[in-house]
């Protein structure tokens, strides 16, 4: 494995619903990212964090709130969510602060989302 | 704006024979490519990526890619498929400077080899 866990694995949720992911990472990295996975689309960035502080922020609705409580640890919280944000979330870590394009990602299996 | 065409959605190659999966980019100046696998129920795992030197880059289980700069191209090959080779292949790039370091991944191609 990669050294990065993801818990809950799958998720059902209602709409009114609030539930959260959890993303470890157990490689001493600086910087962690949430991703959006949909079917036959590309990877749509959410957040990213560069020791433990918000460097991105791609335009993601409010019911979606992330929290980095240090750098081992990353948070995506859901709140009244619709049924087209079903999908897998996946995040991901890499070694390096922000301006380092080489730096490889790491990622965690996913968290497969279903809104009903 | 830095961009990844992924061309092909599914590759389909019988087992023994070569495959190719495709990958062009936009993005201005020299970039870092990567390219990624996903097996069924698992995240993406780093498979090779392009920093800079050799223009060939070797990488995880058998895999290669050749970084074209003329034709802005960074397929993916391998000279003899494996059934375990089938999964969901992803490139990505970054530029080097004056841009975004976050990655722009392409669509995925799901590659599928027969036995």
């Known amino acids: 494995e990669t050294g990065v866990t993801q818990t809950p694995r799958h998720l059902v949720m209602g709409m009114t619903n609030k539930k959260s992911l959890k993303c470890e990472q157990h490689l001493g990295h600086n910087a962690m990212y949430w991703y959006k996975q949909s079917a036959k689309k590309p990877l749509e960035l959410m957040f990213v964090?560069?020791?433990?502080?918000?460097?991105e922020n791609n335009s993601v609705p409010s019911r979606f709130s992330p929290e980095c409580p240090n750098s081992s640890h990353l948070f995506l919280h859901l709140h009244t969510l619709q049924p087209e944000d079903s999908a897998l979330y996946l995040c991901?870590?890499?070694?390096?602060?922000?301006?380092?394009?080489?730096?490889?990602?790491?990622f965690g299996p996913g968290t497969r989302l279903t809104v009903l | 704006a830095q961009s990844v065409a992924q061309p092909e959605d599914q590759v389909n190659v019988a087992e023994g024979n070569p495959l190719t999966v495709k990958c062009t980019y936009s993005?201005?100046?020299?970039?870092?490519l990567f390219w990624y696998v996903q097996y069924p129920n698992r995240g993406l795992q780093f498979l090779l990526k392009?920093?800079?030197?050799?223009?060939l880059v070797k990488g995880s289980y058998g895999f290669e890619a050749e970084f074209n700069k003329s034709q802005t191209s960074f397929h993916l090959k391998k000279p003899s498929a494996l059934v375990s080779d089938s999964a969901l292949y992803f490139c990505?790039?970054?530029?080097?400077?004056?841009?975004?370091?976050?990655?722009?991944f392409g669509r995925g191609t799901s590659l599928i080899v027969h036995p």
């Open positions: 990505a790039v970054r530029p080097r400077t004056g841009g975004s370091y976050i990655p722009t």
């Open positions: 392009y920093i800079t030197g050799d223009n």
């Open positions: 964090y560069s020791l433990e502080e918000r460097v």
């Open positions: 991901a870590s890499s070694q390096a602060v922000v301006g380092q394009g080489s730096d490889t990602q790491y």
């Open positions: 993005v201005s100046g020299n970039p870092y």
